[in-house]
């Protein structure tokens, strides 16, 4: 029995219909580069100008005492380090946040996912913030039960946890509390991150997690706001299969609700 022959007909049909999509491929492909050109341009140009300064101020307290070491007293000689060690600390912190954001829009980046304690993830960021901010007098309470196991990435929801919660440091004054309560029900995780802090207004909250928003340049403490920390936060959690809502109001404080998956392995 003779294999039925399709009409030529049939071929170019299905011919165009390839062509089709993948031109549509090829499309989307091109559209999705090109949007990546554009936002790699764009953090590129905010990198250049958010380095401009700090990496200035670190080369003229240089070339100064540099050129008259010998003049300055120990008192002087200390101060401008300590201008020096200010802004390079700040440069760094800068790089780290960007390659994070790069990274983060990458297709090759994947979580590193393991069952373990949450208890000590958050021992582990409230500890550093303590030691980081003992200045500040702002005390962090935290509630997170000792045995509460549950699927994640360590260093990467520590990443997301420690914006978020060095957020409502930096927008809290003095002798105020920062309160880390999580709670939990059969599906998920509940964390709830409340401080006392200056707050947002509404009309900003629909912004706060879009890259490079700020609502006040500097925060309460005179240090300058890049506007990534949220954006960074919500990706990872998003990547978590979590999500991550802000409740706010201007001079009574921030509360961000944070929900996580609980699955047993």
Known sequence: MKKKIEPLESYI???????????????NLSN????YKKENKLLLGKLTHNLKNPIGVIYSFSEMMLENIENYN???LIKYSNVIYNSAEYSLDLLSTFAKA????????????EYQNFHELINDIVTGFKKKYTDY??????????????????????????????NAISYSTSDTNINILVSTNEQELILSIEDEGIGIEPKYISKVFDEFFVVNTYDV?????????????????SLHKGSIEIKSESNKGTIVLIKLPIKKC
């Open 13 to 27: 049909e299905q011919l165009e219909d390839k062509i089709v999509q993948l031109s549509m491929k090829h499309k």
């Open 32 to 35: 999705n580069f090109n949007q």
């Open 74 to 76: 120990p008192e002087k």
């Open 102 to 113: 790069v990274s983060l829009k990458s297709d090759d980046f994947k979580l590193n996912i």
């Open 137 to 166: 007098n702002i005390l962090l309470n935290t509630n997170a039960p000792i045995s509460l196991k549950l699927n994640f990435d360590y260093s990467e929801l520590k990443i997301a946890l420690e914006n978020i919660i060095n």
């Open 221 to 237: 403490h005179q240090k300058k706001s890049l506007g990534l920390g949220l954006t960074i936060a919500k990706k990872i959690i």
